[in-house]
């Protein structure tokens, strides 16, 4: 996760940053563009912990250039990615051309998918960036099919103006949405960063009751 010290918000509140003008290097951070085949192989095994055994239907909300939903896609998931970002988008379709993936454009906190289900939804360093993300949470689990879960990956970045969102708050939103909350460190794992990382990141999968 980049600096994004720069886009106006901390713990609380929505940051205003431009998706669009960072699309470009997004992918140079190495758990952006997984490029580093440590890092890639990294991400894939957790994401193969956290999503269903069996492939199914993922929507990934904020899915910017497409990384995860490519190893999601490779682990035989069909993917519906949702983004605000049309620049952001175009390089995800690049990355997924062939596949069973389709991207949309659109909010991630009401995204744009009608009446379909999905079996897991995956949203990785976006619900920070949201100005609700109470109510986000509530709207994602009326989007999951029976048996389906949220995969939530973030974390507090920096140290000077720190943004994100703690773990602790985060399972304290999703108290009154999920049954079953598992929180899972990724700080100390440095194969997921390409580097040593001293802030916290961490993921949580959820399973609504
Ligand atoms: C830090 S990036 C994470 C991208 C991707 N999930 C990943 O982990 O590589 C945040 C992404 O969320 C998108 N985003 C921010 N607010 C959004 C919103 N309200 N609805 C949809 N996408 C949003 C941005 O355009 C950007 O692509």
New binding site residues.
């Given amino acids: ?2 600096d ?1 010290s720069d886009g106006a918000s901390t713990l609380s509140g ?1 940051p205003d ?1 431009d ?2 003008a ?2 470009a290097v ?1 992918d140079d951070e190495p ?2 563009g997984l490029r580093d085949p440590e890092v890639r192989r990294a991400w894939a095994a957790r994401l193969r912990s956290w999503l269903p055994e069996r492939p199914g239907d993922l929507l ?9 939903s490519l190893l999601a896609s490779g682990q035989g998931h069909r993917v519906t990615g ?4 049309p ?3 175009r390089q995800a379709r690049a990355k997924l051309a062939g596949r069973d993936a389709v991207f949309l454009t ?4 009401a ?1 744009p998918v009608g009446g379909q289900r999905f079996d897991a939804v ?5 619900l920070w ?3 609700d993300s109470a109510r986000a949470l509530r709207h994602w689990r009326e989007l999951l099919r029976p048996g389906g879960r949220l995969v939530l ?1 973030e974390g507090v970045w920096g140290t000077v103006a720190p943004v994100g969102i703690p773990a602790g708050r985060l399972t304290a939103l999703l108290a009154p949405v999920a049954g079953q909350v598992r929180v899972e460190r990724l700080s100390d794992d440095p194969a997921l960063w390409g580097r040593e990382v001293a802030d916290e990141r961490y993921a949580v999968v959820a399973t609504p009751g």
């Fill in positions: 996760m980049g994004y929505a940053i998706w669009d960072r699309a997004f758990d952006h990934d909300l904020g899915c910017g250039t497409g990384s995860l949702v983004d605000l970002s620049a952001m988008l659109g909010d991630a906190a995204p995956l949203v990785r360093h976006v960036a949201l100005p990956v």
